[in-house]
């Protein structure tokens, strides 16, 4: 496709500009920024560590390749958020494999067109490391297991990327990037009735590959500490999580449904094509098992049921999942790009009325979301006006309705690049202009830089979380934070030391003002600043955003004498 390959220039080139434009997401890129630079500080690079006390939930890979970065580029979050990129890119990659091994090249350079331009992984790609690299592993590792099977010239090549990949991923998140491309690649081989093929996946060598990758660093740790961090990890911290809920409120079992079909917008649509026909190659060969292979020649309508059993597994178990995050499923996404991709090139072989019918409906789409987003952050949005809403609005307004005339005109190929282009602008619109204004919600770095300047560096005052958690503190102020959930060791501590700041939001410290001067202390309210939290009910209930209080005791509330 003409201009296809020229358009993706400025898409990737996206994910590493502007970097440094914001400061640290909560909660979680927090600790993939402080844990890497405690390494580099300490040189100890076998135990990572996170507010003063060891952090083993997760492997150390991620911790590795930020430390890494930082040794040669410098300890900045702009490195780290380096380190993201990196990880996005390989999406890409995996995205790519994948639709190149369901169809052709041309699938797969749109497989990733549709990633690159989806709005919510360039968000995901510029500050979530952990779920972004392990995204990364597994799609690399079904992306090579298809063209293994694909391209038997090279077989073994692609087969010793795969388990590379299997360990690396095992590395970063745990069992999850071996659990899964196993079971698919087995439940794949039994329906197609291929176990036999078992003994041509060079399960001996990978297997080495797998634990070379993943022995040195849980034999450093058992060694330094015994079965204890391992069990609580391999049982405690993945089938914990599974059984034992660990979000707020109760999510039901259809709860990745959305997730399903939001991940990828503005090519929901084609999503859910891609998924029909993938589901259609799935269900043919259950329905007719005795069948002769579909297709054998291209294997095309086999690499779809591969690619369908891995999302039905991911999504399926954990759906069952006590615990649901929308980022456990976020590894489907090379493969729901590939299906996606291969359903829009089949539309432009045929040149069918589906897929211009489906591009007019992503057009309404985009003119119901463009002008939703500039009704709700606008300018004259009545609580929330976020900089660049009405620009990013209109971007999506006039692509909208430029799609819906090249579709009219059968000019299928022109409406595909316009969709991407107008995705790209509206991309660029949001990183670099709507996403720094956000700043002005974060209460983590003014409220370090006002202790800072109020106090004397030794011996420097206690800062605590009530309950509320800000882990980017940590970050900021460059030393562990102390945390609480109750109010009898806060009140306590706050009774013994000279000067104590205390984050908590209003009804927290409605909680705490009258218990503290029951115990004679006299808290005061240094700050208090808004939180940003992109609450969809929030946002249509006009409900403005959330307070955080800075509240100080002791020396925290003399007063100040002004600087000469």
Known sequence: MKGLQLLLIPAVALLILGLGANTVWDANEAFYADTPRQMVLSGDYVNPVFNGEARMNKPVLSYWVVAGLYNVFGLSLTVERFGIALGAL??????????????????????????????????????????????????????????????????????????????????????????????????????????????????????????????????????????????????????????????????????????????????????????????????????????????????????????????????????????????????????????????????????????????????????????GVVALFGFRAPTHVIPGANALGATLVAGGLTVIVLALLKRAQAATLALAGTMVVANYIFVLVSLPSVEAFKPALPMVRMISARTRPSPPPVVAHYITSLPSFVYYLERPIEQYFDLGPLMERAGVVPEMYILMRPHEYSDFEPAAREQSINPCIVARQTLFEAKLKLILDGTPWPEVYLIGTGAACAPRTPPA
């Open 90 to 371: 390989g999406i890409l990659l995996a995205a790519y494999l994948c639709g190149r091994a369901v169809r052709s090249p041309l699938t797969g350079w749109i497989a990733v067109l549709i990633v690159v331009t989806a709005p919510r992984f360039v968000m995901f790609s510029r500050r979530i490391f952990i779920d972004i690299w392990v995204t990364m592993f597994m799609g690399l590792s079904i992306g090579c297991f298809l063209l293994a099977e694909a391209f038997p010239q090279r077989r073994r090549s692609w087969l010793g990327l795969m388990y590379a990949a299997i360990g690396l991923g095992v590395l970063t998140k745990g069992p999850v990037a071996l659990v899964f491309p196993v079971a698919t690649i087995g439940a794949w081989l039994l329906l197609e009735r291929r176990l036999s093929d078992i003994k041509r996946l060079w399960i001996v060598p990978g297997a080495l590959i797998v634990l070379a990758i993943n022995a040195p660093w849980w034999g450093a740790i058992y060694a330094q500490h015994g079965w204890e961090p391992l069990q609580a990890f391999w049982i405690g911290e993945n089938f914990g999580r599974y059984t034992e809920p660990m979000q707020p409120g109760e999510r039901n079992v259809w709860f990745y449904v959305p997730v399903l079909i939001s991940d990828l917008f503005p090519w929901s649509i084609f999503v859910v094509a891609g998924i029909a026909t993938g589901a259609a190659a799935l269900w043919s060969r259950v329905r007719n098992a005795d069948a002769a292979r579909l297709d054998a020649d291209s294997g095309i309508p086999a690499f779809k049921r591969f690619l369908m059993i891995w999302i039905v597994l991911l999504v399926g178990v954990f759906s069952f999942s006590e615990t649901k995050q929308d980022l456990y499923v976020f590894p489907i996404i090379p493969a729901l790009a590939a299906l996606a991709a291969d359903a829009i090139v089949i539309g432009l072989n045929r040149g069918g009325a589906r897929l211009r019918t489906g591009f007019i409906a992503t057009a309404v789409l985009l003119i119901v979301g463009g002008a």
